[in-house]
C-alpha cells in the first residue's frame, strides 16, 4: 500500500514520519527529494542556471538556495517556473524510490509531503494520512519551533490550505492536539485498521 502522508506545517508530520520509521516502514522524503535533485550534475540544477544565472551557484557548484528563494520571493511567475522545472523531477525520484522499495520487498511504503494537498500530488498514494491540530496549538508549536513572532508563524500558516480544506480532501486523519501517546495510539490503531506493515 502507498501512502501520501501530509499536514499543515508544524501539526506533527515529521514526527510521525519518524514514528513510523522507528517502526521499520519506508518513509520517501519530498523535502529530501527537492534536495536531491539539484545537486551538482543533476539536470535540474543546469535548468536553474540556465534561468537564473550563475550567482545562485556557491563557489563549490552547490545551489545557494537563500539566494534562489530571494529571488522568486514575491514573484509569482519565477516561483512557477521553477517550480516547473523542480516538481516533476522531485515526482520521478520519488517514484523511483518507491519502485526501488518495492523491488526490495516492501509492502508499505510512506510518501512524506508536506504540500501534498496543494501540489495536487494525492494521486501518487492510494490513501492518504492528515495529521492536524487546532489552530491555536499550530500557531503555538510553530512559533515555539522556529523561534517565529506571531505574524511570522500566522503568515506561514496562511500561504498554506487551511487544515478544515485538508480534512476533506484526507482518507485518513490523526489528531496531534494531544500528547505524542495519544499520537502514538491512534498511529498504532490507524495501522491495525489498515493491517500496514513494513
Ligand atoms: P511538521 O513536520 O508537521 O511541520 P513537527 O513534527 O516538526 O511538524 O512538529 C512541530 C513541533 O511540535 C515540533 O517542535 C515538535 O517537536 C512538536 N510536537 C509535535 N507533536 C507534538 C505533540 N503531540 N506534543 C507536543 N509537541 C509536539
Not at 54 to 76: H, P
Not at 138 to 149: A, C, D, I, K, V
Not at 183 to 189: A, G
Request: proline residues 4%; charged residues 25%; contains cysteine.
Amino acid at each position: 500500500m502507498i501512502i501520501g502522508l501530509t499536514g499543515g506545517i508544524a501539526s506533527g508530520k515529521s514526527t510521525v514520519s519518524q514514528l513510523l520509521k522507528n517502526k521499520g516502514f519506508t518513509v520517501i522524503d519530498a523535502d529530501i527529494a527537492s534536495r536531491a535533485v539539484v545537486m551538482p550534475g543533476q539536470p535540474v540544477l543546469e535548468q536553474i542556471v540556465q534561468l537564473f544565472g550563475n550567482e545562485m551557484l556557491f563557489q563549490d557548484g552547490t545551489l545557494n538556495r537563500k539566494k534562489l528563494g530571494e529571488v522568486i520571493f514575491g514573484d509569482e511567475f519565477k516561483r512557477k517556473q521553477l517550480n516547473e522545472i523542480i516538481h516533476p523531477a522531485v515526482r520521478t525520484w520519488m517514484l523511483s524510490e518507491k519502485d526501488k522499495a518495492i523491488a526490495a520487498g516492501c509492502r508499505t511504503i510512506i510518501f512524506d509531503i508536506p504540500l501534498l494537498f496543494e501540489s495536487k500530488l494525492a494521486w501518487m498514494a492510494e490513501r492518504t494520512l492528515l495529521i492536524y491540530v487546532t489552530p491555536e496549538i499550530q500557531l503555538e508549536r510553530l512559533m515555539n519551533r522556529n523561534g517565529y513572532t506571531e505574524k511570522e508563524a500566522m503568515d506561514r500558516i496562511e500561504s498554506q490550505m487551511p487544515i478544515n480544506e485538508k480534512k476533506k480532501l484526507a482518507d485518513d486523519m490523526i489528531d496531534n492536539s494531544g500528547t505524542i501517546d495519544k499520537t502514538k495510539e491512534q498511529l498504532d490503531h490507524w495501522l491495525a485498521q489498515l493491517r500496514l506493515s513494513p
